[in-house]
């Protein structure tokens, strides 16, 4: 009967440990700032579709970040059988989209394990405003905002925040004082119970 009993407490740790050490690949921030502008892209067809636009001058600003976007649209609207304009003219319709908003944040630590790093809140927010213009004629505009967030450790962020992209790097949000004093203790006093119940059902 013994023998049983302490297994089962072994499993226990076993599992633990398990469930800290194993970790599903999360997307990088640029893999969902990039399938964010692919989501924009999408609804920047549709728009010149409803506008009977094939043909189209993109304006897009020189930042970092307008010339990542300016890519991957352009991109999409060649899969797509639209064609680009290298030259600006008036006989042609262009397509403005402006990126006022692009950022990443982590939140406080909402999760500690004892064998693992902390978990923490990540949200991944982009902005754009679209323009269609025609002969000097605005035909569509529209805002679109996008929101990713979701729970990743701490200790996975330097990997998430691949590339050399400054907007797609956050900084976490620091703690209380009391948070950081009680996780420690609540970390001992956790593995000092898990230890005290192996060794007492192991003698029973």
């Known amino acids: 009967m013994r023998y049983p009993t302490s297994s089962g407490a072994f499993a226990i740790i076993i599992l633990l440990l398990a469930s800290n050490i194993s970790q599903s690949r999360e997307p990088t921030n640029y893999e969902v700032f990039c399938a964010q502008v ?11 579709t409803s506008q009977d636009v094939k043909l189209v001058y993109l304006k897009f600003g020189s930042r970092d970040v307008e010339v990542l976007v300016h890519q991957r649209i352009v991109e999409a609207l060649l899969k797509n059988s639209f064609h680009v304009s290298m030259t600006d003219s008036s006989a042609v319709p262009s397509l403005r989209v402006a990126v006022p908003l692009v950022g990443v944040s982590y939140s406080a630590p909402v999760a500690s394990h004892i064998f693992g790093s902390s978990d923490v809140v990540r949200t ?58 009680l996780q420690p203790l609540l970390f001992v006093a956790s593995a000092a119970v898990v230890v005290y119940l192996f060794f007492t059902l192991r003698g029973s």
């Open 38 to 48: 692919d989501t924009l892209a999408q609804s920047a067809m549709k728009a010149l």
């Open 124 to 181: 991944i927010r982009s902005a754009y405003d679209v323009e269609i213009a025609d002969r000097g004629q605005i035909r569509f505009a529209k805002s679109y905002t996008f929101v990713f967030s979701d729970t990743v450790k701490e200790n996975q962020i330097s990997t998430l925040e691949s590339g050399s992209y400054s907007f797609l790097r956050g900084k976490i949000v620091s703690g209380s004082f009391l948070d950081t004093m």
